[in-house]
């Protein structure tokens, strides 16, 4: 079974501050997709990016990019520039591609960011 | 399109009361799915759908039940409430095309969050 660790239960940083948040993941499979949620408190699930394992090149979208090192089983989140509007739960999930069926996700515990002005 | 839509928001349950949270969806997806977000935890899995009358377990099965009588709607039942389910439910859908783009493989709903005292 796979599983999804985020070892950072809280971190706290200053408006515009770059944030790393980190994860790690245990898997067999060679074929899989990693992303990042962001929970803000309203509860609603937002995708903030993805990334697909066959993938070498880092995903990216605007202030946020990720760290995936394949071998040492970790995708950390880098926010840049960081906005009071980032503040919220962050999880790291993981999917096995299905090659068939449901798309079932394992997600890690969650940090819970806050952007201080 | 409403997208996933859970009722009710929030509920307060006397221990060994029954209810079911509804979750209907508009998309047309085959796959629909029920998370757990415990207080400070990751989701997890309790049970998942592929179509119209298939459900299978998911990581957390244990005091839940469900149906899939239609293609729109997977309610979760709770027969036996307990202390131990006070929790936050998702109900997700997806379907075989959500590797185009760089979408979300889940769509969310807004989550209902269950007391159970």
């Known amino acids: 079974a796979q599983t999804v660790t985020q070892s950072q239960p809280e971190m706290s940083v200053q408006e515009a501050e770059t944030v790393t948040l980190s994860c790690t993941y245990d898997t067999s499979e060679n074929n899989y997709y990693l992303f990042w949620y962001k929970q803000p408190p309203s509860r609603q699930m937002i995708l903030v990016i993805r990334?697909?394992?066959?993938?070498?090149q880092n995903a990216t979208e605007n202030r946020f990019s990720v760290n995936f090192q394949k071998a040492a089983k970790s995708f950390s989140l880098k926010i840049s520039d960081s906005q009071l509007g980032d503040t919220a739960m962050y999880f790291c999930a993981f999917m096995k591609r299905p090659i068939q069926g449901a798309q079932k996700l394992v997600f890690g515990q969650g940090t819970r960011l806050t952007i201080n002005p | 399109n409403a997208g996933v839509t859970q009722t009710p928001k929030f509920r307060i349950l006397k221990i060994g009361q029954s209810m079911t949270l509804q979750c209907t969806q508009d998309m047309n997806h085959n796959y629909m799915y029920w998370y757990r977000q415990d207080p400070g935890m990751g989701l997890k899995l309790i049970y998942y759908?592929?179509?119209?009358?298939?459900?299978d377990k998911g990581e957390v099965p244990n005091g839940y039940n469900v149906s899939r009588s239609t293609t729109e709607d997977f309610p979760l039942r709770l027969e036996l409430a307990a202390p131990s389910q006070t929790s936050v439910y998702f109900c997700?859908?997806?379907?075989?095309?959500?590797?185009?783009?760089?979408?979300?493989?889940?769509?969310f709903g807004n989550g209902t969050r269950l007391t159970v005292t």
């Open positions: 997700a859908s997806s379907s075989h095309l959500w590797e185009v783009g760089n979408n979300s493989p889940l769509h």
């Open positions: 990334q697909e394992a066959y993938k070498q």
């Open positions: 759908s592929v179509g119209a009358g298939i459900t």
